[in-house]
């Protein structure tokens, strides 16, 4: 079931910068997956998307970029990655395991 403290936090921090409307998921997920701080994690992702820290809290820029990269948009349309397939994306664009990614790959024996 996890941590539901954990999914309080990390809600609340997600929420707090736009979420998938700008890049919040994503520096969350540095924070929760690898124990940074704010700062580091927006700094990190970032530099992974090639964009300047206050790009990242740009709802227009971060849609386009989302949309470049495929990994997931507020808006969907045919053809765009969503669930797991932007999952398997952003595990790859951050350099991070995401358990249900893992679990998917172990399953499929990727």
């Known amino acids: 079931m996890g941590d539901p ?11 707090g910068m736009g979420g998938i409307r ?7 997920r540095m924070q929760l ?11 990190y992702v970032a530099d992974k998307l090639g964009l300047s820290v206050s790009d990242i809290h740009d709802t227009v820029v971060m ?8 990994i997931g948009r507020v808006n969907e349309s045919p ?8 999952k398997f994306l952003i595990s790859d664009l ?9 679990m998917f790959k172990k399953r499929v024996g990727i």
Not at 79 to 86: E, F, L, P
Request: aromatic share 0%; net charge neutral; charged share 25%.
């Open 5 to 15: 403290a954990g999914m309080h936090a990390a809600h609340a921090v997600v929420s």
């Open 22 to 28: 700008t890049a919040g998921d994503l520096v969350a």
């Open 33 to 43: 997956n690898r124990g940074m701080r704010i700062d580091a994690a927006k700094k």
């Open 63 to 70: 849609n386009e970029v989302r949309e470049d990269l495929n």
């Open 79 to 86: 053809g765009v990655a969503k669930g797991i397939d932007a």
């Open 94 to 102: 951050l350099g991070l395991k995401i358990n249900c990614v893992e």
